[in-house]
């Protein structure tokens, strides 16, 4: 576990509120649901239907904006304390996962709470609820994994 | 098609920036966050809920409206049904994103610090959506269109 430093409430407040901003022009102007899983597969035309330009250009746009973000905005050092083992094994579960259950924190947590889906709605209680346990059996019962 | 494009663009800036100001890019924020019964950081909660705030905005707009700005119809999905694979894909996905503190979005944007451990968690994560499409196709030939 790494020491992290204080953070004020205006960044996650202001960071969310762009995010969400995001999801809403990318509702009212393309039509479409901004959930960062899937359109991360339509970007290697995953989904059945080709390699999407506006996937590309989507993937393209979070490059370009974390990039301008950390150089301008915020330098923010990424604490990352998982061995090699647990990334592949987390970053394999992630990516099944999401496109298993068809969404992740951004298609189901803030576009499908923001329209009231059933389906997201079971779906962010369902990861995050397994999410917290198991933080909570790493760090308290196993007493820290790396 | 370019006008949905420089919208994707757009939307994937705001949408990197958003997770580097939000410090959502930080596996150590999520996973403090997460961890509910350690030093519990709220911050995600702010973001959460500051992402909520345009995207339900937009949600209600688009009630009124019978097409997005340019595109032909909306893309939003219909389905209501609540099966086990969207329940077993949140618990994946859950279990995930506890390992390690990443999720589809900070995982595309943190490639921009160059770590490591950022390229080797995003290669992974693009097996297991291959691994999900593979397996989805070897399921139902011909592909169904999604």
Not at chain 1, 109 to 123: E, N, Q
Not at chain 2, 81 to 107: N, Q, R
Not at chain 2, 108 to 132: D, K, N, Q
Request: glycine share 14%.
């Amino acid at each position: 576990m790494t020491n992290l430093p204080e953070l004020n409430f205006i960044w996650p407040l202001s960071g969310g509120l762009l995010i969400g901003l995001s999801a809403a022009l990318y509702l009212l102007l393309n039509g479409r649901i901004a959930g960062i899983s899937g359109l991360t597969a339509s970007a290697f035309g995953w989904t059945g239907a080709g390699i999407s330009a506006l996937g590309v250009g989507f993937l393209g746009g979070i490059l370009g904006g974390a990039a301008i973000a950390f150089a301008y905005i915020r330098h923010a050092e990424l604490a990352i304390a998982s061995s090699p083992l647990l990334l592949v094994i987390g970053g394999l579960l992630v990516g099944f996962g999401t496109r298993l259950g068809s969404g992740c924190t951004s298609g189901h947590g803030v576009c499908g709470l923001a329209r009231l889906s059933p389906r997201s709605i079971v779906a962010t209680i369902t990861f995050m609820a397994v999410a917290a346990a198991t933080v909570f059996v790493t760090r308290h019962v196993i007493g820290g994994l790396s | 098609m370019t006008q949905r494009i420089l919208v994707s663009i757009f939307c994937g800036i705001l949408f990197g920036v958003g997770l580097v100001v939000s410090d959502m890019v930080n596996p150590g924020r999520v996973l403090a966050f997460l961890d509910v019964a350690g030093a519990w950081d709220p911050s995600l909660a702010f973001v959460m809920g500051g992402a909520l705030i345009p995207s339900s905005i937009a949600y209600a707009i688009k009630r009124r409206c019978t097409r997005p700005a340019f595109d032909a119809e909306f893309h939003v999905p219909a389905s209501r049904t609540i099966d086990g694979k969207l329940v077993s894909g949140a618990v994946l996905f859950g279990l995930g994103w506890g390992l390690v503190g990443l999720c589809p979005g900070p995982a595309v944007a943190s490639l921009v610090t160059g770590r490591w451990e950022a390229i080797l968690f995003a290669a992974a994560m693009l097996v297991g959506m291959f691994a999900h499409r593979v397996a989805t196709s070897r399921r139902n030939a011909p592909l169904q269109a999604r």
